[in-house]
């Protein structure tokens, strides 16, 4: 299975991705956890993808390339991949066609996860991850046990960031719509239901 999944921040790509990852033996690669990794790790990647990430804008697409076709190219993509937060406007869209074209290995299916505006604002100011394990939390709607877990904050869910990221969806991303709908690739699904839910939405739609 070779698949997208598009929404924007907050919309359950994340948590979907890890579904998948768990029934289809495959992996998640997800530009936004490679990024955080290079910035944990302080590389010189990281440094540079660092400031464009605190500020809700999009690293650079050469950077996001290069790092989308080394991960493409190891051994345990090669059955298949769900890409999460990735492509995020249209050229990297085109830049990952020319790259799967020359592998032989198109995209199956971009799966659209719907959500509602003021829904995504909620999850995405109440996230919160563990520190040690990595599970994913929301202090609103799915509040950790409590004392323990060692809850963080990414930086960019904070209030004054996520507007930023929103319009960078709105603006960048979300003409992504209309490209895979033009190459009879979209397939939409609600995203504003529990988890299990969804995934069987997402099954649904990508055994189509
Ligand atoms: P995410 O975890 O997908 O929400 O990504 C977090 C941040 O990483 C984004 O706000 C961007 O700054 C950066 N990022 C992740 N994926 C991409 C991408 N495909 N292109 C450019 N920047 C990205």
Redesign the pocket.
């Known amino acids: 299975m070779r698949i997208v999944l598009l929404g924007a ?1 907050g919309s359950g790509k ?1 948590t979907q991705s890890q579904r998948l990852v768990k029934a289809y033996g495959i992996p998640q690669i ?4 490679l ?2 990794e290079a910035v944990a790790k302080g590389t010189e990647l990281g440094l540079r ?1 660092k400031a ?2 605190d500020a ?4 650079d ?1 050469a950077t ?1 390339l290069g790092m989308i076709r080394e991960r493409i190219g190891k051994s345990d993509a090669a059955t298949g991949f769900i890409l ?6 249209i050229p ?1 869209a085109e830049a990952l066609e020319k790259m799967l074209a020359s592998l032989g290995t198109p995209l199956q299916a971009v799966v659209l996860m719907n959500l509602d505006l003021g829904i995504l604002f909620k999850r995405l100011t109440g996230r919160r991850i563990c520190q040690e394990c990595g599970q994913v939390f929301n202090i609103y709607t799915s509040p950790p046990p409590e004392g323990k877990h060692k809850l963080t904050q990414r930086p ?1 869910d904070k209030e004054e960031v996520i507007g930023k ?1 929103l319009e ?1 969806y709105e603006a960048q991303t979300k003409p992504l719509i209309k490209y895979y709908e033009a190459a009879g690739l979209l397939r939409s699904v609600d995203a504003d239901a529990d988890v299990d839910t969804v995934f069987k939405s997402i099954e649904r739609a990508v055994s189509q």
Request: proline share 7%.
């Open positions: 921040p994340g997800s530009t936004g956890d990024l955080r993808a464009a990430m809700g804008k999009l690293v697409d996001v999460d937060g990735f492509p995020r406007n990297q960019d990221r960078v």
